[in-house]
């Protein structure tokens, strides 16, 4: 169909008030735009299409009765839709991590500018880092930042007990994400991206790597794509090729536990004698993770104990604990 005969056709289908024919029409006209070169006016197109008005701040910029796609075997989703109402100013990463991800955030608010110059901005991120370094977080942040839902892909859904399944329910993801601008976090990638060389693997999961892999590259929406990775070392070569960026998450250091002790908690009011710059340089090692336990501990503690504000028998308390706990969890890790 020419563009003018779509165009009718959907005037057609809102008077009628038949929904999803709009929104296949809308979604054909945007396709016949990209084939006609004209990315900048089909881009604007698939915005205006999917933003569904402002709710707390957040655009919604997909169909709200897009079906989310689910296993064939077990009917269990294969993601999962959210939103998040984080600040940059929760999100507390060395400065290197922050300028990179400010920079991502600047790139893709300026997508028509760079697009001008024949240039994309970075949608393909992979974040790597031990577990509780803020991977996730800084996903939800960016979300956040952005104004755009977030699409979580559970990996324990997509893989299958049957072959070619798995293959079959990554496509479903690829197919459903197109259909809308979000910022997309592939959590734990590992276990879809293992190098294709390991002798241990079956021919069933180098398979899938090549599947994940050409869906990467053949991608071309305007979302941004997250994968996140707690063993880097045995991802396929190939897949660090396939992003634009890399983060690598570190443990904080002093003055970045110090931000964090503060920031988590704040919701309690603190005796004068606390010594939280004490406590950062006790804390090496720490993820931020394990200091927001720590520090909700502190506080339930204070709270039970009948006191309005925290002490430092409280932090003390909850510091010990959590020496205890890891001492158990490096024990137990080294005899894996």
């Given at each position: 169909m020419t563009s003018t005969e779509i165009i009718k056709k959907l005037f057609i289908a809102f008077s009628k008030r038949d929904e999803d024919e709009f929104y296949r029409l809308a979604e054909?006209?945007?396709?016949?735009?990209?084939?006609?070169?004209?990315?900048?006016?089909?881009?604007?197109?698939?915005e205006a299409l999917y933003t569904r008005g402002q709710i707390n701040n957040h655009y919604k910029r997909y169909r709200p009765t897009l079906p989310i796609p689910r296993d064939n075997d077990s009917g269990f989703p294969l993601l999962e839709i959210k939103e998040y109402h984080f600040s940059w100013d929760q999100l507390i990463l060395s400065e290197k991590n922050k300028y990179v991800l400010e920079l991502i955030v600047n790139e893709l608010k300026s997508s028509?500018?760079?697009?001008?110059y024949n240039l994309s901005p970075v949608r393909k991120v992979l974040f790597c880092g031990e577990p509780g370094t803020g991977k996730t977080f800084t996903a939800q942040v960016l979300s956040s930042v952005l104004q755009l839902p977030m699409v979580y892909v559970r990996f324990d859904a997509i893989i299958s007990s049957y072959l070619g399944e798995t293959a079959t329910n990554l496509r479903k993801v690829f197919d459903f994400i197109k259909n809308g601008v979000w910022v997309v976090l592939f959590d734990e990638v590992d276990i879809i991206g293992k190098n294709r060389n390991d002798h241990h693997e079956s021919g069933e999961i180098k398979r899938v790597v090549n599947n994940f892999l050409q869906m990467l590259d053949n991608f071309e929406g305007d979302s941004l794509l997250?994968?996140?990775?707690?063993?880097p070392h045995i991802l396929d070569p190939a897949v660090w090729r396939r992003f634009d960026e890399v983060i690598n998450f570190e443990l904080p250091n002093a003055d970045e536990r110090y931000q964090l002790l503060n920031l988590?908690?704040?919701?309690?009011?603190?005796?004068?004698?606390?010594?939280?710059?004490?406590?950062?340089?006790?804390t090496e090692g720490f993820t931020p993770s394990d200091l927001k336990t720590m520090c909700k501990e502190?506080?339930?503690?204070?709270?039970?104990?009948?006191?309005?504000?925290?002490?430092?028998?409280?932090?003390?308390?909850?510091?010990?604990?959590?020496?205890?706990?890891?001492?158990?969890?490096?024990d137990k890790e080294s005899k894996l």
């Open positions: 054909e006209l945007i396709e016949l735009e990209k084939r006609k070169k004209h990315n900048i006016v089909a881009k604007e197109l698939k028509e500018i760079l697009a001008t997250l994968a996140a990775t707690n063993h988590f908690l704040k919701p309690i009011k603190k005796e004068a004698e606390i010594d939280l710059t004490l406590l950062s340089t006790k502190a506080m339930k503690h204070a709270i039970v104990s009948g006191r309005d504000k925290l002490s430092s028998i409280d932090l003390d308390f909850a510091y010990s604990r959590f020496v205890s706990r890891f001492a158990v969890r490096k």
